[in-house]
Structure formats: C-alpha cells, structure tokens
C-alpha cells in the first residue's frame, strides 16, 4: 500500500474545491464578493471549516475504514437515509455538469460572440460524444488543465492590483442582489456545505495509505495555506474591481481581458477546458454511481443521452443563475450532511470506535 505524504494531501485537499466555477471568479463573486470586507470574512470562516470537516470525515473513514459519501454521512445502517443521501449528491453532481456547460456557453459568447444557448448545445454535444465513445482517458487532462488555471489565476488577480485602479473595500453583511445569499454568514456556510459534498469523496480514499493522524494534520494545515493564497487572489480581484467585473457572466476573464488580450484569451482556453472535463467527470461520476446502485447493470447509451439533454435543458437557465440560486440550494440542503459528519465523529469518539488507529 503506498504511504501518503504530506505533500499528497495538501495538494488533495486544495484540489478538491479548486473547480472550474470557483476559478471563473463567480462563485466567489456571489458567495463572498458582493459582502466586501465581510466577504473576507466569510472566507476566513469557509477555509477554517473545510480544513475542520476534512479532518472529521478522514478522521471517521481512518477509524471505521469506510470511504463511501453515505457511509461517512450517515453513521446508522438505515439503507433508506443512506439512499436520500446518495440522490442529493447525484443531484449535485448533475448540477455542476449544468453549472459548466452553462459556463462554457458563457465563454463561447464571451470570447466569439456565439449565443450562449448555441454555445450550450455544442459543448453539450461534445461530452455526449466523449462519453458515448468512453474516452474516460480525457478526465486526466483534468490534473494538468486545473493547477494551469490557479496559476493563471495568481497571475491575473496580482496583476489586476497592481494595474487596474482599484475601489474601496467597503463592508456589507447584507446584499440585495440575491435571496438565498443575503447574509455574509449565510452564505459562508452555503458555499462549505455544498463545496464539502464533493469534497468527501475525494478525501476519505487518501486514509487508505495513512499511518499517522500527524499526516492528516500537516497536510490540512499546508492545504489550508495554499488555498487562503488562491482565494485571496481570486476574491481580492472580486472585491477591488467589482464595478469592472460585478455583471460578468465569468469575471475572472473579464479581468484578464482587461490587462492583456493575450491573457484574456489563454485564460479562455484553460476556462474551456476545465469547464469541459469538470462537466465530463460529474456525467462519468453519476453513471459509475447508478451503475454500482442498480448492481453492476450497464448503463445505456439512452440514459447518457438523456442526462446530457436535462443538462442542456438546465444550462439555459444561464451560468450566472445557476451559481446564484442552484448552488445556494444545494449548499442548505448541505447543512444535513455538515450535521451527518458531526454527529458520526461523535459517536465513535464516544463508543472509541479506532481510537488506537
């Protein structure tokens, strides 16, 4: 069994809330830019909480040595609970392949002037054929296209301060724009919710090769560095430019425009990208998990075609609206799983379930 270093979790952990979405500048915008100063905040509150449940649920799939989301979930052997559990993250999932075909029409109109909804349906089109001919082998790409973007990202967002005259940070723990997200705390805790579903089952799988807790707590802590430098000069940008970039459908390329064309239009092709293998492996995910659900039975070529039209059909609801109303959604039905993983840490503390582990 490989040994996981330090190393390997920091980098796990960062990556697992560093999507597409996050690195268009939208979601930050939404959750947290339009707060100002208490944005930063909430971005304080968010980083502390993802490196707090990271180390719950390694720390119960170490202990119990289960790594499926509904078992670390749900502490019981209730198969009816553990299925909701697994219908609302197959419901995530299909939302952030909404989200990125969404986004990726977006960009296509942005950068081509191509209408979104045309845009939509040729980047649906292409994931329906990657997938229908089981090019899995593309999802790889994933791991060279998303450490591109944050470094893309860092570049613009230092950029952006020193260049582009910059507004106040002004504080404001309420904002009219949107329902769902009228609180800065709120909305905190909407994005941790619904950004920790997806971390979950990219995490516990990393306990597998762990032989000290001490590795969890140093990788966290690295992670946690990493992904406050990311972050802030995402959100900073989000901020300070927000007269700039507050209507954008994808703010982050708005700025890069802004400084150079050149930018503007690698950062484009990386959005693309990132956006079309994250669409890729959220439909690869749901098939695998219906698959494993329904016993193994294959999954049919009509299925994948008709998750592909619900995608597209969804994506016309616009890349904007989707971040501003589904994801805040998700992220208070969330708050169930939050407890989920609380309330199951608990009860092996107290039973000593692993304590020795």
């Not at 078992?71 to 009816?80: A, C, D, T």
């Not at 724009?177 to 941790?192: C, R, T, Y």
């Amino acid at each position: 069994m490989k040994k996981i270093s330090v190393l390997e979790i920091a980098t796990v952990f960062t990556g697992s809330f560093l999507g597409a979405g996050f690195l268009s500048g939208q979601e930050l915008l939404q959750f947290f830019g339009v707060f100002g100063g208490y944005g930063l905040a909430g971005m304080v509150l968010a980083i502390a909480a993802f490196c707090l449940f990271s180390l719950l649920v390694m720390d119960i799939a170490k202990r119990t040595g289960k790594t499926e989301f509904d078992r670390i979930i749900v502490p019981w052997e209730l198969p009816w609970l553990r299925g909701i559990v697994s219908g609302v993250f197959l419901f995530f999932l299909f939302d952030v392949m909404v989200a990125m075909i969404a986004g990726a029409g977006a960009l296509l109109e942005q950068v081509f002037g191509l209408p979104a909804i045309a845009g939509n349906a040729a980047i649906t089109l292409l994931v329906l054929a990657v997938a229908l001919t089981g090019a899995a082998g593309m999802l790889a790409s994933f791991n060279i296209v998303v450490p591109l973007l944050v470094v893309a990202a860092i570049v613009i967002g230092a950029g952006a301060c020193l260049r582009l005259p910059m507004g106040p940070i002004e504080a404001r723990p309420f904002a009219s724009g949107n329902p769902l997200l009228g609180n800065w705390f709120f909305s905190a805790l909407s994005f941790i919710s619904y950004n920790m579903m997806a971390a979950v089952s990219i995490l516990v799988p990393l306990t597998e090769g762990m032989e000290e807790k001490r590795t969890i707590h140093k990788g966290l802590a690295a992670g946690a560095v990493l992904l406050t430098l990311i972050f802030v000069c995402i959100l900073l940008p989000m901020i300070l430019f927000h007269a700039l970039v507050g209507a954008a459908e994808l703010p982050m390329l708005s700025l890069a425009y802004s400084l150079t064309p050149v930018l503007g239009l690698i950062y484009a092709v990386l959005l693309f990208a990132g956006m079309f293998t994250a669409a890729l492996s959220s439909l690869f995910a749901i098939t695998t998990r219906v698959q494993q659900r329904t016993g193994g039975v294959l999954i049919s070529r009509r299925f994948i075609s008709l998750l592909c039209a619900l995608a597209f059909v969804g994506s016309i609801f616009g890349f904007k609206n989707v971040v501003s109303f589904v994801y805040p959604i998700c992220g208070y039905i969330g708050f169930f799983a939050l407890a989920g993983i609380l309330l199951h840490f608990f009860l092996l503390r107290r039973s000593g379930v692993g304590a020795g582990s």
